[in-house]
């Protein structure tokens, strides 16, 4: 064991102490977990699932890791069949298929990029046409870019992080609208920095805004047909964007400025989708789930 870091196992976090994480970063976004040290836990190997998505489908974004991933295979437990659609993590993408499959459930894999409203309509298509309907769609991709101040975004990463976090969206639930029924559920990932904001973050954040805005709009524009539509805004979590989007100084506190002094695993995270995608909140739309290691938010 490296003695510089805590040890995580594959059932618990060290949470006695803050966690620091080894210097490390990536090049490109939004990065590949099979680089990260240590490797994200995706799963709580403890857990077993009880059916709540028998028969269900879900189109996960981003599903190829990190929060998206570790969704997957909480579905997957409970019964769900999942497509997931990712950029061009080819090689983490496999190992997540090959997971929801070692589960039993079929899993779909679309490499594409989803800035591009055809691309979007493609992967819906694609998803209806594997498994025969969708029930469940979730909204989880997205980059960030950080910069000391507003002067320093360019037109082009403006652009960049709209196009990229939250247009697909508008596209994906577009498509996939025709093909949700009564009962269905979207499910939008958000970010505590919608809420709390952050200062080298000003355009991530405006388009994590403008998730939470979309979410309960889509809500309210749903509800007679059914289908919810929530959101889940994490705080810090340990996924390919950390290393791929800050420095390698910073990926090594990253979290520890959290009441826990630690960044999430994103299996931590996958309970929140799964209630929200499940017959345990049928009564539940419009609304955001925190999952932020007890920062205290306004929404």
């Avoid at 836990?41 to 929060?67: F, H, M, P, Y």
């Avoid at 997957?76 to 993408?93: N, T």
């Avoid at 998730?211 to 047909?225: G, K």
Wanted: charged letters at 15%; proline letters at 6%.
């Amino acid at each position: 064991m490296n003695p510089t870091y805590p040890y995580y196992s594959q059932q618990t976090v060290c949470t006695e102490q803050p966690v620091a994480f080894p210097l490390q970063h990536q090049e490109r976004q939004p990065g590949l977990e099979s680089l990260m040290n240590p490797l994200p836990i995706s799963e709580d190997k403890q857990l077993c699932g009880s059916g709540r998505l028998n028969s269900k489908v879900a189109l996960i974004t981003g599903g190829d890791s990190g929060i998206g991933k570790a969704a997957a295979i909480a579905f997957a437990k409970e019964g769900a069949d999942v497509a997931i659609a990712y950029l061009y993590e080819d090689s983490d993408a496999e190992v997540t298929q090959r997971r929801i499959e070692e589960l039993g459930q079929r899993c779909l894999r679309i490499e594409t990029d989803l800035r591009y409203k055809a691309n979007c309509t493609l992967a819906v298509e694609h998803t209806v046409r594997t498994f025969g309907k969708l029930d469940i769609l979730v909204n989880n991709h997205g980059v960030q870019y950080p910069q000391d101040s507003i002067l320093d975004i360019s037109e082009e990463q403006l652009y960049q992080t709209f196009q990229t976090n939250i247009f697909p969206f508008f596209y994906l639930t577009q498509a996939a609208l025709p093909h949700l029924c009564q009962g269905s559920a979207i499910i939008n990932t958000a970010s505590i920095t919608a809420y709390a904001g952050r200062k080298d973050l000003i355009d991530y954040s405006s388009t994590k805004g403008a998730i939470v805005s979309f979410t309960r709009s889509l809500a309210l524009s749903l509800a007679d047909q059914g289908i919810r539509v929530n959101s889940v805004a994490p705080g810090p979590v340990w996924t390919p964007l950390i290393p791929s989007s800050f420095s390698a100084e910073q990926v090594s506190v990253f979290g520890t400025e959290t009441p826990f002094k630690r960044a999430a695993q994103p299996y931590e995270l996958a309970g929140a989708y799964l209630y929200l995608a499940g017959p345990d909140s049928t009564y539940v739309t419009g609304t955001c789930i925190h999952v932020n290691g007890g920062d205290m938010v306004t929404s």
